[in-house]
């Protein structure tokens, strides 16, 4: 049986990326950066942290 863990979206404003995560357990959270590089280390980060005690 498959389960969604995470969801996350990444727009760009032309001046900097946005990413919207949301996890049943962390909820819904915001991330932004000026290179996408930055922000895809800021999900991870996150993301890793979430899901390291399962």
């Known amino acids: 049986m498959e389960e969604l863990l995470v969801h996350f ?4 404003d032309n001046k900097k990326f946005v990413a919207k995560v949301k996890s049943e357990m962390g909820g819904l959270r915001e ?3 000026r290179n ?3 922000l895809m ?3 991870t ?3 890793s942290e979430e ?3 399962i």
Do not use: H, L, R
């Open 45 to 47: 980060v996150d993301i």
């Open 51 to 53: 899901f390291e005690n």
């Open 31 to 33: 991330f932004s950066a």
């Open 41 to 43: 280390e800021q999900v």
């Open 9 to 12: 979206d990444i727009f760009s």
């Open 36 to 38: 996408i590089e930055k």
